[in-house]
């Protein structure tokens, strides 16, 4: 039976539009980023998966400690259920948020503030400042792992982070140790340009050889640069964490000795943008099932849905992959419309009103925004349906 027999049967009971978590594919898929990993711990992104029973699942894993949020009311939600070791990877500007924290001991304890610059501070500062008895903010300080090249004529990587050398981030460890409630924990540094940047892309050789050059090149200045900026830091305040990379770098960020921890998330679902790096190979484990509602032409039916883009620079590569069965493509002046989306194929010849259409989304947890459960299949049963953030009433971003 192939997969999309086993997904139509164990699912025949669920009327689409949904959901499905391929467990078996997730076991997988977290097994290889432990093996990448080397025995380095991995920090779950919250971002990646958007399920709070599901993220419960992965640290229960060998291999998984702590949690990458996106927002601070993400992780002061999290922490209310119990979780630990929370890192905030973007900083907030959530007045109250960061009120509800000064005032929570425990939650405080347990969650870590990304900062790159003294205004942060000024801005924690006047948010918490009615606070008494106060909590100690835990902080992590960025840096910019940007390759930058030609004078600065030429930049890979994500616009972030202000501080690239040593001395600017020991500065800023200095400033936030001389404030009264803060203390520096940690430091983040992730390298976009490499980990979140196809090795192997199609159909243009060229191009696919200038982004591993520029690759090879970052991880060379990296070595040096961000072990630098550990020490540095390092000289003004004990890190407890040094975390870089991501699910397309997770191999190459461990070899660094500064590196004390990676981020993963996406490679546990490996949507469709991760199907084209060297690295490593995974198994499409997150995909969501439209209903055939049209046979508009010959060769052509409709699904009702389907128009949930990935964040990014827009483009046909952030779309959802009609992916089961093989051989459908997207009607090029519609694409994927919010309450329609023609498909034209060989393969629509045989699908009929009521058959299923079966995607895969071009990231991770943003699928999860648009479903409130994840149907979890295992081999072929059903095994359990979870919420999404969405489900249980939250929508951080």
Not at 120 to 130: K, R, T, Y
Not at 351 to 366: C, N, S
Not at 379 to 393: A, F, K, N, Q
Request: with cysteine; net charge positive; aromatic share 8%.
């Amino acid at each position: 039976m192939d997969d999309r027999q086993r997904y139509d049967r164990v699912t025949a009971a669920l009327e689409p539009p949904f959901a499905i978590l391929d467990l078996a594919a997730m076991r997988a898929n977290a097994a290889d980023l432990v093996r990448r990993a080397a025995g380095k711990p991995i920090r779950v992104a919250s971002k990646s998966v958007r399920s709070r029973p599901l993220l419960e699942r992965v640290l229960a894993m060998d291999g998984f400690q702590g949690i990458m949020s996106f927002t601070l009311p993400e992780a002061l939600w999290l922490a209310g259920h119990g979780f630990t070791d929370l890192l905030v990877a973007y900083p907030t500007a959530d007045r109250q948020a960061l009120a509800a924290l000064a005032a929570d001991a425990r939650a405080a304890r347990e969650i870590t503030l990304t900062v790159d610059s003294t205004a942060h501070l000024d801005f924690i500062e006047a948010a918490v400042s009615g606070v008494h008895p106060r909590a100690e903010i835990r902080t992590c300080i960025e840096m910019d792992t940007a390759y930058v090249t030609l004078g600065g004529r030429f930049r890979a990587g994500v616009l972030r982070s202000p501080i690239r050398e040593p001395a600017e981030a020991a500065d800023l460890a200095a400033a936030i140790a001389k404030r009264p409630g803060f203390r520096v924990a940690g430091l983040l540094a992730y390298e976009a340009q490499i980990a979140g940047v196809a090795d192997a892309p199609r159909g243009n050789a060229l191009y696919t050889r200038a982004i591993r050059v520029m690759q090879a090149r970052s991880a060379r200045d990296l070595i040096v640069r961000r072990g630098r900026v550990v020490n540095a830091v390092s000289q003004v305040a004990d890190l407890e964490f040094v975390n870089g990379g991501g699910t397309g770098s997770v191999e190459r960020t461990v070899r660094e000795k500064a590196i004390t921890e990676v981020a993963a998330g996406s490679g546990l679902f490996h949507p469709r943008l991760f199907d084209f790096y060297r690295g490593f190979t995974g198994h499409p484990a997150a995909l969501f099932a439209l209903p055939v509602v049209r046979r508009p032409a010959l060769g052509t039916v409709t699904v009702l849905g389907g128009g949930y883009p990935a964040s990014g620079a827009a483009g046909p590569g952030r779309l959802p992959q009609p992916y089961l069965p093989a051989g459908l493509s997207y009607a090029p002046d519609e694409g994927a419309g919010e309450v329609q989306t023609p498909l034209r194929g060989q393969a629509a010849e045989d699908l009929r009103i009521g058959d299923r259409v079966w995607f895969r989304h071009a990231k991770a947890g943003e699928m999860c925004e648009r479903f409130d459960a994840l149907h979890l299949i295992d081999g072929d049963t059903l095994v359990e349906s979870i919420p999404t953030y969405r489900g249980e009433g939250r929508t951080f971003l």
